[in-house]
């Protein structure tokens, strides 16, 4: 048996069974038990090649295959990823301008900052900054880009404010350190390329930064604003 005959041979054996003792069993017969009275000592005959129905195959050449099959599936998985935007009929201009920066956002290549300003379910007005990367990544957008859900602020956020209650709430992010203490208003650093993201309105947002404000039917204010790393991956 050539090489290829025998790498395929083991893949075979490794999506067949999901252990190695469940392939050294499959190898066992009643009558291998019967006289040999030990499940242990039938296990070790079959990996030695003394006992077997089929092809012998060493412990470590099934686990290295188990893991490399697996690791490429989890990539053809991460490739194949469908962009939760993809497909759906969007109308406003806020979700287009998110289904058009999700790809990027996912991939790392732009890091966007969401700033939404509206009433939320209690009727009360609250705004924030929200990580666009980051809540891609733990939360399925589906619901906000089908419309059966409104994107708003939480607590949990880089930033987020309760114009009722005057509740104020700073977070730092996976992608950004937030800056609360800055006299001259609220600033975030992207922890890439430590550049400074400056989200006031009358300044400018920073280096490789940008600020879109949105005309959008879906809330009092929003406002998006990208940041491209320059940083040499």
């Not at 939320?120 to 619901?143: C, M, P, T, W």
Request: aromatic share 10%; proline share 3%; charged share 30%.
């Amino acid at each position: 048996m050539d090489q290829e005959e025998g790498s395929t041979t083991v893949d075979n054996i490794v999506t067949q069974f999901n252990t190695y003792e469940d392939f050294l069993d499959s190898q066992i017969t009643t009558l291998d038990l019967y006289y040999l009275q030990d499940e242990g000592l039938a296990h070790q005959l079959v990996e030695l090649g003394y006992r077997g129905t089929g092809e012998v195959v060493k412990r470590e050449d099934f686990e290295a295959r188990k893991t490399a099959i697996e690791i490429a599936r989890l990539a053809e998985r991460t490739q194949k990823k469908t962009l939760t935007s993809a497909g759906k009929d969007i109308h406003d201009n806020f979700l287009k301008a998110l289904a058009v920066r999700e790809e990027d956002n996912l991939s790392g290549i732009v890091s966007s900052v969401i700033f939404i300003r509206d009433r939320n379910s209690h009727g009360q007005e609250v705004s924030g900054y929200i990580d666009y990367a980051h809540r891609l990544k733990i939360e399925d957008f589906e619901v906000y880009f089908s419309g059966k859900k409104r994107l708003l602020p939480r607590p949990t956020d880089m930033s987020f404010y309760n114009w009722d209650s005057r509740v104020a709430v700073w977070n730092s992010t996976p992608n950004y350190e937030v800056i609360a203490d800055n006299p001259e208003g609220l600033l975030f650093k992207y922890k890439r390329d430590r550049k400074i993201l400056n989200v006031d309105p009358k300044a400018q947002p920073g280096d490789n930064s940008t600020r879109t404000p949105i005309q959008t039917e879906l809330y009092i204010q929003a406002v998006i604003f990208d940041h491209v790393s320059r940083r040499k991956t």
